[in-house]
């Protein structure tokens, strides 16, 4: 054998494996993929269910405030303890954010 055929083979042979672990690589490159897509899919989904049930909450403490005519620490002694004065102001913001947004909203469409 030559060493011409030798050096074939040996070009073959490493190809050949090669080949088969770029497919190998490939197919674990998608799975990864997917799966990466799939945790960033769960967080986006998290996040805008934690903003609807902020936005519920805050909602509630606007009420407590401004229809019941509670004091923002009135209204927090009424939740139990599970919200602070400052986590209650947050909440708050975030329905003002929204009322101010959707007013932009429609006054973009109106326009």
């Not at 497919?23 to 269910?49: F, H, I, N, T």
């Not at 209650?88 to 006054?107: K, N």
Request: charged content about 35%; hydrophobic content about 40%; aromatic content about 4%.
């Amino acid at each position: 054998m030559s060493r011409r055929q030798d050096w074939s083979r040996a070009r073959r042979t490493a190809l050949d494996g090669q080949s088969t672990w770029r497919a190998e690589r490939k197919a674990k490159d998608d799975r990864c993929s997917a799966l990466g897509v799939q945790v960033v899919m769960a967080l986006r989904e998290r996040d805008a269910w934690v903003a609807e049930c902020e936005q519920r909450a805050g909602q509630a403490l606007a009420d407590l405030i401004e229809l019941e005519g509670l004091s923002a620490g009135e209204a927090v002694r009424w939740c139990a303890g599970q919200v602070s004065v400052a986590e209650s102001a947050r909440l708050r913001r975030t329905v003002t954010e929204a009322r101010t947004e959707l007013a932009a909203d429609i006054s973009d469409e109106l326009s």
